[in-house]
């Protein structure tokens, strides 16, 4: 059964951290590059940073610098580690392969982080 559980998210004031999680389930994202998406009521959905299986990573010029991706092949699980952090980092934040596959991948419920003092 494809899962996509993330976790971690919170309210906290400008500067502050945050670790989030992304726990998934299914051999489409243990064989996959991953990555955290992020997402404003109104926007659509942004990149922020992506992993490749063997640990190579990306990151979003507004997130550089403060984030930090990693992953744990045999936990099958995606971390997103946020330093910090900013009123306009506050969105909701989705993990999912990277690129996106079909025309209706599956999403998570994400998890919400709210920056603000």
């Known amino acids: 059964q494809v899962q996509l559980v993330e976790s971690g998210g919170g309210l906290v004031q400008p500067g502050g951290s945050l670790r989030l999680s992304c726990a998934a389930s299914?051999?489409?994202?243990?064989?996959?590059?991953m990555a955290w998406y992020r997402q404003v009521p109104g926007n659509q959905r942004e990149l922020v940073a992506r992993?490749?299986?063997?640990?190579?990573?990306r990151y979003a010029d507004s997130v550089n610098g403060r984030f930090t991706i990693s992953r744990d092949n045999a936990k099958n699980t995606v971390y997103l580690q946020i330093n910090n952090l900013k009123p306009e980092d506050t969105a909701m934040y989705y993990c999912?392969?990277?690129?996106?596959?079909?025309?209706?991948?599956?999403w998570g419920r994400g998890t919400q982080v709210t920056v603000s003092s």
């Open positions: 992993i490749t299986i063997g640990g190579s990573t």
């Open positions: 299914g051999s489409d994202y243990r064989m996959s590059t």
């Open positions: 999912n392969r990277y690129p996106l596959v079909g025309a209706n991948p599956f």
